[in-house]
C-alpha cells in the first residue's frame, strides 16, 4: 500500500510540474510574440536597401518617417508627382540650386511644389520633408531625392530597376520591347523589372542599359573610344 501511494504521490507531483510548465509557457509566449512583433515593426521602417550620397540619405530618412507614420503609398505617389515636375521643367533645378534664393522664395516654392502633389500627401509627411529641406538649404537635392525614394519603394517591392540611357527619347513601344527582352533573359532574376528612361545626348547614340550591378554600354560614344583605343595601341 505505502508504495501504491509513493507511486501516486510522484505521479501527482510529474503532473503538477508538467500542468506548472505548460502555465509558465502560456504565460511568456505572448510576451515574446509581443517582442518579436515590436523588432519586426522597428525592421519594416528601415530602408530596404542602403543609398549613398546627400539625397541618398534624405530619401532613406523620409522612407523610415514614411513608415512609421504608415504614410508609405501616399509619400510614393507624391515624390513621383515631383518627378514628373521636374520631367517637364528642366530650368527647375537650377532654380532650386540657386544659391540667392532668399526665405520667401523658398516658401513660395515649397508652396508651388505642393500645389502639384495636390491631395496625394495625405499624412503631409512630404509637406513636412520639404520644409526641412526648405529651412537646410537642401531644396537642390529633391529631384536625386525623388529618384532614390523610387529606388527603395522599388527594391520593398521586390522589383529591379532597369535603367535605359539613350541619346534621344526612346517612345514607349520601344521601351515595352526592351522591357521584354531583359525579363526574359537571366540578368532580370525572374524580378518585375521598373523600367526608368534617360536621356544623354553625350552617348551619341545607341543605349546604355544597367540592371542591378550590371551595365551593358552599347553606345556609339562607347564604341569610337574603344575604336580610337584601338588605333592608339596599334600606332
Known amino acids: 500500500m505505502t508504495g501504491a501511494v509513493n507511486m501516486l504521490s510522484r505521479q501527482a507531483r510529474c503532473t503538477v510540474t508538467r500542468a506548472a510548465a505548460r502555465r509558465n509557457t502560456q504565460q511568456t509566449l505572448p510576451a515574446n510574440l509581443r517582442s518579436y512583433a515590436?523588432?519586426?515593426?522597428?525592421?519594416d521602417t528601415r530602408p530596404p536597401v542602403a543609398l549613398f550620397g546627400l539625397d541618398g540619405t534624405y530619401a532613406?530618412?523620409?522612407y523610415t518617417a514614411a513608415a512609421k507614420t504608415s504614410s508609405l503609398d501616399s509619400t510614393s505617389k507624391s515624390l513621383a508627382a515631383l518627378?514628373?515636375?521636374?520631367?517637364?521643367?528642366t530650368k527647375l533645378p537650377a532654380i532650386l540650386n540657386a544659391p540667392t534664393l532668399s526665405p520667401s522664395?523658398?516658401?513660395?516654392?515649397v508652396q508651388e511644389l505642393q500645389r502639384h502633389m495636390g491631395s496625394l500627401d495625405k499624412g503631409e509627411t512630404v509637406?513636412?520633408?520639404?520644409?526641412?529641406l526648405s529651412d537646410n538649404n537642401r531644396l537642390g537635392i529633391l529631384q536625386g531625392v525623388c529618384e532614390k525614394f523610387g529606388t527603395l519603394?522599388?527594391?520593398a517591392r521586390g522589383e529591379m530597376e532597369l535603367t535605359i540611357t539613350s541619346a534621344a527619347k526612346l517612345d514607349n513601344k520601344t521601351l515595352q520591347r526592351l522591357e521584354q527582352a531583359v525579363s526574359k533573359s537571366e540578368y532580370s532574376q525572374g524580378k518585375k523589372?521598373?523600367?526608368?528612361?534617360?536621356?544623354?545626348?553625350?552617348?551619341?547614340?545607341?543605349l546604355v542599359v544597367e540592371i542591378g550591378d550590371r551595365t551593358i554600354d552599347l553606345s556609339v560614344s562607347s564604341?569610337?573610344?574603344?575604336?580610337?583605343?584601338?588605333?592608339t595601341d596599334t600606332l
Do not use: H, R, Y
Request: proline fraction near 2%; hydrophobic fraction near 45%.
Open 193 to 206: 523589372l521598373k523600367v526608368i528612361s534617360k536621356v544623354n545626348p553625350d552617348i551619341m547614340g545607341g
Open 83 to 89: 518627378a514628373e515636375v521636374f520631367k517637364k521643367d
Open 60 to 62: 532613406s530618412a523620409l
Open 127 to 132: 509637406k513636412n520633408f520639404l520644409k526641412t
Open 153 to 155: 519603394i522599388g527594391a
Open 38 to 43: 515590436q523588432a519586426a515593426a522597428v525592421q
Open 223 to 231: 564604341k569610337i573610344a574603344k575604336m580610337n583605343k584601338l588605333l
Open 105 to 109: 522664395d523658398k516658401s513660395q516654392i
